[in-house]
């Protein structure tokens, strides 16, 4: 077989694992080539509009979508970095207690993943891209927070792995700044600094066999095929092995691709689901609650709910039911609208399915139980926006009224409908598809990190994941990328 490059090892995907995964095997010594089926964007690239944004960083044009009882967004980044390039830059480490559930579930997890292995690769990244929570020292003297202990909610500030944060509000579209250490911008520098190498707009179709081991993969030139051109194929070589890292949605489709036929691939899919409502406040927001994505407020027990990062209005006033000149004055008053989210840890398993029509089926629709703890945060968190000073809020829940002007009408929000069409879902965290397991009977993948069908493949994104994890998982998703790429030279 002719070979347009090799290396020791190939990375497919170059987001919060991949980047991980690929640094770490390139300062063991080993010849690392990443490889990102989106393109690569720099600082000086990110433009303030949000098409630009959706063209150049997003998956699909951020169309993604999953289908069940409702259809609601699966928002995942494209580019060098992933959807690092377009998240908040949330870094909580791994519950213990979910760590616990893994463990319990399956016993030889805990052998696998110790979790003194997993705290120590939290505390060293946390090291490398300075954790911090920026709002810890304004806190105290903004109003949100005394409007949280007179409420007597549980909150604290987010840490954030954005050391030079400059409020720029472009979080979702590429920080203009420089402040937010996206991997494009943190460890995938670093890694090639090491010697790794990266190929942007390389889509990896397939990885190709010898026997039953993993020896390379088909990939697909993708520049020429956005401008019209067919899409140039090329055989890239793993002297030792192939490392996926492709995202809970395309690594589960890769590897069905490559003749893979463990029953649990595309299975188990999780995600935290919720609701973003808006409140209209008399004055900038930034004077009641600070910057934006500075608050986690724990309300109920297993409710989470926080601010969200800066929003652009075309997504912001999407939810909001207002039209003509309600809309045009929400508009003019951009800066005093708070908006806030509600992420939740879905009990709900879906599946993704090969393309149709060239996309992914994602088909999943979150429990009654999950729409109970939806409800319940919508009724915390308009609770607090009044308490706060909110004049308006609009919870964004059909069957209750379209916007609220007083606290005491939160009240309805709790006997709204628990029909899934009633909720404009989002969905910010993935997990499953490719789960680890003991046994194959249970799961795709070793507790290892290895494919239990074939050798020399590995997969360490979160995929691999038993079940989601009910806080921001980009650390999480690091610190089990770097463990495993300490262990994978001694597997392959």
């Known amino acids: 077989m002719n070979w347009d490059d090799e290396a020791d090892y190939l990375v497919v995907g170059s987001g919060a694992a991949g980047a991980t995964a690929g640094l770490d095997l390139a300062r063991a010594g080993a010849d690392v080539l990443i490889l990102e089926e989106g393109g690569w964007h720099r600082q000086a690239d990110f433009r303030p509009d949000l098409y630009s944004a959706l063209s150049r960083l997003w998956r699909d044009f951020g169309g993604q979508v999953a289908a069940g009882r409702s259809a609601f967004p699966v928002a995942q980044g494209c580019c060098v970095g992933g959807s690092t390039v377009v998240n908040g830059a949330a870094m909580n480490r791994m519950p213990e207690e979910v760590w616990h559930e893994w463990t319990n579930a399956d016993p030889g997890l805990s052998d696998a993943l110790p979790w003194h292995a997993l705290e120590d690769a939290a505390a060293s ?30 909150h604290r500030a987010m840490a954030r792995s954005a050391p030079g944060c400059q409020h720029a509000n472009r979080c979702l ?9 996206s991997m494009e911008r943190s460890l995938i520098p670093s890694a090639l600094e090491l010697g790794a190498r990266l190929t942007p707009d390389r889509r990896v179709e397939r990885i190709l066999f010898e026997g039953d081991r993993a020896v390379g993969v088909l990939a697909t030139r993708r520049d020429g095929a956005r401008r019209g051109r067919r899409p140039t194929p090329c ?16 690594s589960p489709l890769v590897l069905r691709r490559s003749g893979l036929r463990n029953p649990h691939l595309g299975r188990h899919f999780q995600c935290h689901v919720g609701t973003a409502l808006m409140a209209d406040f008399g004055e900038p927001v930034a004077a009641i609650q600070g910057p934006s994505l500075g608050y986690e407020v724990f309300p109920e027990p297993d409710l989470k709910c926080n601010s969200l990062p ?16 309600e809309l045009v004055g929400l508009l003019r008053r951009f800066d005093h609208l708070a908006v806030w989210n509600n992420s939740q840890r879905s009990r709900a398993e879906g599946r993704i399915a090969g393309p149709w029509l060239g996309l992914p089926q994602i088909r999943m629709t979150p429990t009654p139980h999950d729409f109970e703890r939806i409800r319940a945060a919508v009724f915390h968190v308009t609770r607090l926006l009044f308490e706060a000073g909110a004049r308006t809020v609009y919870p964004g829940l059909h069957g209750v009224p379209r916007r609220l002007d007083e606290a005491a009408a939160a009240d309805v929000i709790r006997s709204a409908p628990l029909d899934p069409r009633a909720y404009a879902l989002n969905v910010s965290h993935l997990f499953g598809t490719c789960r680890m397991a003991s046994d194959p009977g249970r799961g795709a993948v070793r507790p290892d990190f290895r494919s239990h069908e074939r050798e020399g493949l590995f997969v360490v994104d979160a995929s691999v994941f038993p079940s989601a994890i009910g806080t921001n998982p980009q ?18």
């Open 173 to 181: 579209t590429g920080c203009p700044s420089g402040g937010k250490w």
């Open 235 to 250: 055989r890239l070589r793993a002297r030792r092995g192939v490392v996926l890292a492709a995202g809970v949605v395309h």
């Open 310 to 325: 800066p929003t652009p209005p075309e997504i912001a006033l999407g939810n909001v039911p207002a039209v003509g000149r």
């Open 475 to 492: 650390l999480a998703v690091m610190s089990l990328a770097r463990h495993a790429a300490a262990r994978i030279p001694t597997c392959s």
């Open 125 to 154: 990244i946390e090291t490398e891209l300075q954790v911090g929570a920026n709002l810890a020292d304004s806190m105290p003297s903004l109003p949100m927070t005394r409007a949280l202990e007179r409420l007597g909610y549980p």
